[in-house]
């Protein structure tokens, strides 16, 4: 048998140089004249008008398939981080919790309530040096901000300004003013679940609060004996969408009824059994592990309730809207 090496003359080394160079531009012109005519198309919320289309059809297939019964998994405390990581400060203010109310619109009946307003948005929101602080600086209120006076648990002053949202059409944004009371008279509820980010990262991380659920039972969009409806009946007694914002209206998401009514969807006040930190959401934020973490809006300043599906602030950056695993 000839064992001696196979001889590779030059030209062929030449023709099949020329050969690849030829397929590799071609297959790059051809790439690039379909991302260039993919990008050619009406954009969509920041998104060439194919790439959200298929984000669409991937999303509306994932709710087909959504399940109530279906559950992330969830493990024991001591395996969640005793310190959970901090990631996104979007709207996140340095507020005083005592000043803090959960403005909720689209309940049932609102003004059956104690907590009703004929205006939500003229509720005054402590953001703001108190007037005792502005007098030991020497300084008197701040230009343009509103000082109003009310007295907190203590009995002390706290200064406050208007709680409006930016796309507050007018004046008169009837519903209910929440305090942190209010949320934990509802059954109090704890799960450890995986918090999973949509940069690629993950951690399990121990919460409590309460079930979103129980919360829309407590003031429903409207009024109903929900102990006597079927799983079905319950479902759809609510509206399509529920939207959140945060105080400063700058970060808001939607979440659909079957995930905001699923057992696994906390407006969570608690983390490692503590009260949440400021940075962590303080005092309330939205938990699902079944949405990546940039649907789980910290710091809650609104809820409200529509069929419409509401403004979110990462799909107007060109992401999914769903955002669901």
């Known amino acids: 048998m000839d064992n001696a090496p196979l001889e590779v003359k030059p030209e062929d080394i030449r023709r099949r140089t020329r050969r690849s160079l030829l397929i590799g531009g071609a ?62 400060d979007i709207g996140l203010a340095d507020l005083k919790i005592q000043d803090w109310r959960l403005q909720l619109i689209g309940v049932g009946d609102p003004a059956s309530y104690m907590q009703f307003s004929k205006d939500v948005t003229t509720w005054m929101y402590g953001v703001n040096p108190s007037v005792e602080e502005q007098a030991e600086a020497g300084s008197g209120p701040l230009p343009d901000t509103p000082i109003a006076h009310e007295a907190d648990a203590k009995g002390e002053a706290v200064s406050m300004k208007p709680m409006k949202m930016p796309g507050d059409a007018h004046m008169g944004v009837s519903g209910l003013l929440l305090t942190m009371a209010d949320i934990k008279r509802l059954p109090h509820a704890e799960m450890v679940t995986e918090f999973k980010c949509i940069e690629g990262w993950s951690e399990i991380v121990y919460w409590g609060g309460v ?87 910290k710091q809650i300043g609104r809820i409200t309730y529509t069929h419409s599906r509401p403004r979110d602030y990462w799909y107007e950056q060109g992401y999914d809207y769903y955002a669901g695993l």
Do not use: C
């Not at 979103?212 to 509206?239: G, I, S, T």
């Open 27 to 88: 297959t790059a012109a051809v790439g690039g004249g379909l991302w260039k005519w993919l990008n050619s198309w009406t954009r969509i919320e920041s998104l060439s008008a194919p790439f959200r289309r298929v984000l669409d059809f991937n999303a509306a297939i994932a709710r087909g398939l959504f399940r109530e019964k279906a559950r992330a998994p969830e493990y024991a405390r001591s395996k969640a981080v005793p310190f959970f990581r901090r990631n996104g």
């Open 211 to 297: 079930r979103l659920r129980d919360f829309l039972a407590a003031f429903p969009p409207q009024k109903a004996n929900y102990e006597d409806l079927r799983p079905a009946e319950f479902l759809m007694n609510f509206p399509e969408y529920i939207a959140f914002q945060t105080p400063d209206g700058q970060y808001y998401v939607g979440i659909e009824r079957e995930v905001a009514l699923h057992p696994q969807t906390f407006l969570a006040y608690e983390m490692n059994g503590q009260p949440l930190s400021l940075e962590h959401g303080a005092p309330l934020r939205l938990v699902t592990p079944l949405k990546y973490g940039v649907k789980q809006i």
